[in-house]
């Protein structure tokens, strides 16, 4: 059975960070009450001129390079955001343009903060059933800045900018276990209002009243999408390991979505998963949505959290409300 691999993966933030003490210049909240609600302390925010297909760019000229391969190699780019750079045309059109790999296809999910593990879904899928393509480029890029109401304190503390990407390739050498084994993705439109940007699509017009009603912002019920995130992530994570028949034993690292350090405490111990193999860089990121994935699997791989031959086990949440699950037998 051919398998599917990860040949080479990057992240990118930008420079400026934005500190918890920055925030409480500009609405009523404090350090405290950040670190204690969320465990986030810092997050990095992209200047006015940085776009989202910039940040993309850049991770993933690092993925090519990780993956030794040039963008002319590139057989199809899927691209995972909820902050394209305009509503048309795609984001990975954009970053097509500036990485110069042309004619080939190019185009955008959005599953939100779930879109890195149905991007890959959606790329396996390709490589396995198209043996015309033999590299696919995933990205999970983010401006959250840009949709994030900076008077809302409830949500303006949780979500930082960047981006992640992988080249995803089929192995030629059929006897390795590498590989992404199995992935398992889901949604329940029935919780679509708990989390959205109501504006920028067809419902809501662009209208002078309609900006001054907020509604090209993030709208969040916070303390609903706490608990279906739990729910979702743990059932996502009890299902994949099931039809794999393995156990949490058996994975070297779980690398969840960085949206909540209490959301990632509660799923750590329901699912009874050890501590050290949970991975966490939230406090210098915050939720990245659909970067938060990549750029964690890469800064784990850096900082020597994952090794050759390790399952990685990630789980995602996010607004739809969508959610998925991905086992990665590190090659
Ligand atoms: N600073 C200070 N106080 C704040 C605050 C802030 N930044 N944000 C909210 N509060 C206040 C609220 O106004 C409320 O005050 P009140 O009791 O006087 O009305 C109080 O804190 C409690 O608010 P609540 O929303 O119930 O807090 P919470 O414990 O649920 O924590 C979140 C809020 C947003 C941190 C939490 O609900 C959460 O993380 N939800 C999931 C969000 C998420 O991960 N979304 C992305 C999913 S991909």
Known sequence: MAHVIIKGI?????????????????????????VGRTGIESRRICLDTETTSDLGYEAAQKALKHAHISSCDVDLIIVATVTPDMQFPA??????????????PCFDINSACSG??????????????????????????????SIVDWEDRATCVLFGDGAGAVVLSRDTDRDSEAGIIDV?????????????CPGWGAAIPVNVENVKKREYFIKMEGREVFKEAIK???AVVEDILLRNHLTIDDVACVIPHQANMRIIGAITDRLGIPSPKMYVNLQHR????????????????????IGPG???????????MTWGAALIRWK
């Not at 086990?313 to 996010?318: E, K, Q, R, Y």
């Open 286 to 305: 915050g939720n990245t949505s659909a970067a938060s994935i990549p750029i964690a699997i890469d800064e784990a791989l850096q900082q020597g959290y």
């Open 184 to 196: 398992l993705i889901g949604a329940d439109g029935h919780c679509a209002s708990m989390l959205c």
């Open 91 to 104: 984001t990975a059109c954009i970053i097509q343009e500036k990485l110069k790999c042309t004619d080939i």
């Open 116 to 145: 890195f593990i149905y991007a890959i879904d959606i790329a396996r899928n390709f490589l396995l059933n198209n043996p015309m393509m033999k590299n696919v480029l995933v990205i999970g890029t983010e401006k959250m800045s």
């Open 10 to 34: 990057g992240s990118h933030v930008p420079d400026c960070i934005l500190s918890n003490a920055d925030l409480e210049h500009r609405v009523d909240t404090t350090n405290e009450w950040i």
């Open 232 to 234: 979702r992530m743990c």
């Open 310 to 320: 390790d399952l990685v086990l990630t789980v995602a949440f996010g607004a739809g």
